[in-house]
């Protein structure tokens, strides 16, 4: 069923050869290059990889909030409902922020003002869109948002700064203030970092509750497999900066190609592992931005690396139903693979 949804329906989102540059003392480096995925209206879409893959570099390009002057776009698409975002002028994107496309940010007490109050901060995209609410519908409007998140006495918490919140209601003022215009696509970025399990999963079932209301897409960025799994119908696998493998969720996860993403499932914890049991590790470290190796990104820790992933790119190939993969142990083999 879900391979005929992506055959049927046009993306909401289509990210297409997206290459991000940040200029730093050593020179220009690259934290994002030719990173293409869609997303599907109604569905949610992870993006999965260890901590400076690019993961977040990807969504704030998305959001066009990349640091200025020193990082920007050197080439590619982000379409939006036939719009290149790359494309449009500072100005234009004013209205497409927020109203369109949302972004809840992975650090709530950083991302939140800590010298205003909820109300003043979560009103603040509703008096710049609809500056038709008068103060009452304003009010009103706010309490509700705060109250569909489960934020209790929301009323009585409008005068509330951030410090004096606990990290998961901080995190659901993050998604009250996302959800002010009702936008028809989430970035969730890392939304569950620094909360405790029991409050992890209360945000997570907030979340899912809002898209099955709303009927709204969701990209899910994370390092967590556990989150993938629970949450993501689709899954794009990012190291190094560039994407290595996109399936559905049920499909990577019972058939996964590329040997990093072997190696990360791998090291997930198991229930019925024996007590005691070793957890998996992938040897060696990523290579830095400025240290990139020729061909292959993952071949210092491949263990299946041959002497063509030392100087060629693997270019992504079809492996299966709605499942690519760029590795050179399968476009060796007609792309039809055969598994490492």
């Not at 990210?15 to 997303?39: H, I, S, W, Y």
């Not at 693997?314 to 050179?328: D, N, R, S």
């Amino acid at each position: 069923m879900a391979a005929d949804v992506r055959q049927i329906e046009d993306p909401i989102l289509s990210v297409q050869g997206l290459t991000v540059a940040f200029d730093t003392e050593a020179g220009p480096v690259r934290a994002v290059e030719k990173v293409g995925f869609t997303l599907i209206k109604g569905r949610t879409l992870g993006i999965v990889g260890e901590s400076g893959c690019g993961k977040s570099v990807t969504a704030l390009s998305i959001m066009r909030l990349l640091p200025q002057p020193m990082s920007r776009i050197e080439g590619g698409q982000v379409v939006l409902d036939g719009i290149d975002l790359v494309a449009l002028p500072a100005e234009s994107m004013q209205t497409i922020r927020g109203a369109s496309v949302a972004m809840i940010f992975q650090e709530p007490m950083s991302a939140l003002n800590p010298v205003h109050t909820l109300y003043k901060q979560i009103s603040e995209p509703l008096r710049i869109h609809r500056p038709e609410l008068s103060k009452g519908e304003l009010k009103r409007e706010v309490i509700r948002l705060l109250t569909d998140v489960g934020i209790p006495d929301a009323e009585g918490r409008l005068s509330a700064y951030p410090h004096q919140l606990s990290g998961g209601m901080r995190q659901r003022v993050m998604i009250a203030m996302a959800l002010a215009l009702s936008p028809a696509i989430l970035i969730a970025d890392e939304p569950t970092t620094a909360l405790d399990v029991t409050v992890q999963a209360q945000i997570l079932d907030l979340i899912r509750r809002i898209q099955t209301n709303s009927g709204m897409s969701v990209i899910f960025i994370t390092h967590d497999l556990g989150v993938i799994a629970e949450q993501c119908d689709d899954v794009v696998v990012m190291y190094a900066g560039k994407v290595v493998e996109r399936a559905g969720a049920s499909t990577l996860f019972a058939d996964p190609k590329h040997p990093y993403t072997q190696g990360l499932l791998a090291s997930m914890p198991r229930l019925d592992a024996p007590r005691k049991t070793r957890l998996a590790t992938i040897s060696g470290q990523v290579p830095g931005l400025m240290d990139l190796p020729p061909g292959c990104r993952f071949q210092n820790r491949c263990p299946h690396v041959m002497e063509r992933c030392r100087s060629e790119v693997p270019e992504e190939v079809t492996v299966g139903e709605a499942h690519q993969v760029a590795c050179h142990l399968y476009d060796m083999i007609g792309g039809s693979g055969k598994g490492c």
